[in-house]
């Protein structure tokens, strides 16, 4: 007579654990879309779950896998601020370090026309945030020397962050390099005679008329 019963707990037991997979495969794929701390609470709710149905061994393999996911930097994503160049790491979406960008240079790009409009994070792979850090220290040079090229400059930088740069040419690069951190009491400086420069002048003019032309399809 028992036998029903324990057929009927057998069956409800593979349907938990057949859930409990599914939603674990769920949470796997959510967590490439962005949206992890709700994916970590709702794991979080799985593993609590699983521990009130006494189910020790799917809540055991649930919190396997979170540690696993935790420690091989799945769930770590790393952000620039687009106005200063500020770099975060996250854990579950979780900010967990801060490296602001040198308080001077970081000044100098606060103070430009368009800054307030690039007060936003992007996510960015961690192999580009040393060469990232290296331009926006070139940026705030820029900004110190003339902010009508720094300004241009920055617009091309958060275009190439958010993969917006299918209508940049690669002069910028070559302008925002042309910066000398060698004398550190200075914070970086621009070459001298930058103005007489055949890449500056052409890449002003090319960014000038570029944003002109984007500035009209935006309104037509």
Known sequence: ??????????????????????????????????????????????????????????????????????????????????????????????????????????????????ARHRREWVTVGERHLSMLRVWYESAGAWAREDQTVAELLMLDLADYEKRDASQQSVEWITVLSMTDFEDEETGGSIFENWESAPEVKSYIAEATHRRRVGAIRSIE
């Open 1 to 114: 007579m028992n036998v029903p019963s324990q057929d009927n707990d057998s069956k409800q037991i593979f349907q938990f654990r057949l859930r409990l997979l599914l939603t674990s495969v769920a949470f796997c794929a959510a967590l490439m879309s962005g949206i992890q701390p709700l994916i970590l609470a709702a794991w979080v709710a799985v593993i609590l779950f699983a521990i009130w149905m006494k189910a020790w061994w799917s809540a055991a393999a649930m919190i396997a896998g979170l540690v696993f996911i935790s420690a091989t930097g799945m769930a770590t994503t790393h952000q620039v601020r687009l106005d200063t160049g500020d770099q975060r790491t996250l854990l579950w979406g979780i900010p967990i370090e801060y490296r602001p960008t040198e308080t001077e240079l970081r000044q100098a790009l606060l103070q430009l026309d368009g």
